[in-house]
């Protein structure tokens, strides 16, 4: 009997799916979207706008596919991530390599033939920021990985204004800096939690580095400058009331948090900062879109 019967090919597809870590896309793809919309008057071009997202969803998969086949010894040691397909065995170096060859592959013809150059060149800059420089040389090397290797993740909103524009913005700039201040508050909070985890794969995170009380009190700090970057969309005068009153109130969660975190730790309060700057990324970025469907001046 043939070895790739339909149950066997869907447990591989699904297996290769998760390794192509989908939430983590939604996100990327949520966020270029947004940067798609913000960069064009009216509604943008409906065709190029889906090359677009398709084209950086698709590297964004081989990105984490990569990360998963390169870091499969290290996630068989985290209970977070024995179970992915590559760190179990269940799928193989060549079977992986193809798929995200494959789709990076796709996802660059798409962007060069669809969309234009720059976002081409940019994302697959992205996929090496990631793939490579993060996950090869920073991840296991310096505790200061998240912050250095923070600006691959902090590119999507890049990608998707220069899709639609064909150039880099101040805007867009604000937007990168944005996330990437964001990038280092939502990682330490996930690694003081699993700090035994990643003590057992050996990796130089900054709870294990630097300590409890250093991590949390860089949360704070971070939450604190990073309050102070969201305000720059209004500096620019890129947005209005509807942000503003968001952006008030995502801040002063965000910092609450953050305050509690340092002052009185516990596991729970770590979990509770991580999945609230899920949430905090989230709102801001939608509150950007309402704020551009309902557009109210701070002045004038």
């Known amino acids: 009997m043939n070895a790739l019967t339909a149950p066997s090919l869907r447990r591989h597809a699904g297996a290769l799916w998760q390794l192509a870590k989908p939430k983590v896309v939604a996100l990327i793809v949520f966020c270029a979207v947004i940067g798609m919309v913000l ?20 590297v964004a998969g081989a990105a984490a596919m990569i990360n998963c086949l390169v870091e499969r010894t290290i996630d068989a040691r ?20 193809l798929v995200a060859l494959t789709a990076l592959g796709l996802g660059m013809a798409l962007l060069i033939a669809l969309v234009n150059a720059l976002t081409a060149w940019l994302t697959l800059a992205t996929f ?35 899709a639609m524009t064909g150039e880099v913005s101040a805007m867009a700039m604000v937007l990168f800096l944005i996330i990437y201040t964001w ?21 130089p995170m900054l709870p294990l580095t630097h300590g409890q ?17 969201t ?6 005068q890129a947005a209005g009331a509807v942000y503003l009153l968001a952006i008030l109130l995502l801040n002063a969660r965000f910092v609450q948090l953050a305050a509690r ?4 730790y516990a596991d729970d309060s770590a979990r509770r900062c991580f999945r609230w700057s899920i949430q905090f990324l989230t709102w801001l970025f939608a509150a950007l879109l309402l704020d551009r469907v309902f557009f109210l001046p701070l002045s004038g």
């Open 183 to 203: 990038t280092p508050p939502h990682f330490w909070a996930l690694a003081l939690y699993r700090r035994d985890d990643y003590a057992r794969a050996g990796l």
């Open 39 to 58: 960069a064009v008057p009216g509604w943008p071009d409906p065709g190029r706008m889906l090359a677009a997202t398709l084209g950086i969803a698709l």
């Open 231 to 236: 305000l720059l969309p209004l500096a620019l």
């Open 128 to 162: 090496a920021g990631y793939a490579i420089v993060y996950t090869l040389l920073l991840k296991p090397n310096t505790p200061q990985n998240i912050v250095i290797g923070g600006a691959s993740g902090a590119m999507p909103p890049i990608l998707g204004w220069a």
């Open 78 to 97: 985290m209970r977070r991530t024995a179970r992915r397909a590559t760190a179990s065995g269940e799928l193989g170096v060549a079977e992986t390599l």
């Open 213 to 229: 009380a250093f991590t949390t009190l860089s949360i704070l700090l971070y939450t604190v400058l990073l309050a102070a970057v």
């Open 261 to 264: 975190l340092h002052r009185h």
